[in-house]
Nanobody, 118 residues
Framework: QVQLVESGGGLVQVGGSLRLSCTAS????????MGWYRQPPGNERELVAS???????NYADYVKGRFTISRDNAKDTIHLQMNSLEVGDTAVYYC????????????WGQGTQVIVSH
């Protein structure tokens, strides 16, 4: 099983910045795509950004130009730099890692809270 350690998050004012990090400990698992999802209060979980080992990022339209995802393959770590934060970015952010050992596995972090206030 892949262990995920998330860090970052917290309370920030509108227009501020935060950086989330997630490190995967895969053991025998091969790590595939890594990314962040978020779940705003009362809403479904939604994709924020993802990145493959080759470095190709994918962003939800509502974060393009504001958020940047990066990946360190040697450390199986991803970072999400969040700038120009808006109240609508308030959510619990979950790290997601796809891994492979005998079969595909979907691994989720426990979540980190991001609150953006006026």
């Amino acid at each position: 099983q892949v262990q995920l350690v998330e860090s970052g998050g917290g309370l920030v004012q509108v227009g501020g910045s935060l950086r989330l990090s997630c490190t995967a400990s895969g053991g025998v698992h091969r790590i595939g795509v890594m990314g962040w999802y978020r779940q705003p209060p009362g809403n479904e979980r939604e994709l924020v950004a993802s990145i493959y080992s080759g470095g190709t990022p994918n962003y939800a339209d509502y974060v393009k130009g504001r958020f940047t995802i990066s990946r360190d393959n040697a450390k199986d770590t991803i970072h999400l730099q969040m700038n120009s934060l808006e109240v609508g970015d308030t959510a619990v952010y979950y790290c997601y890692v796809q891994s492979f050992w005998l079969m595909q596995h979907d691994n989720w972090g426990q979540g980190t809270q991001v609150i953006v206030s006026h």
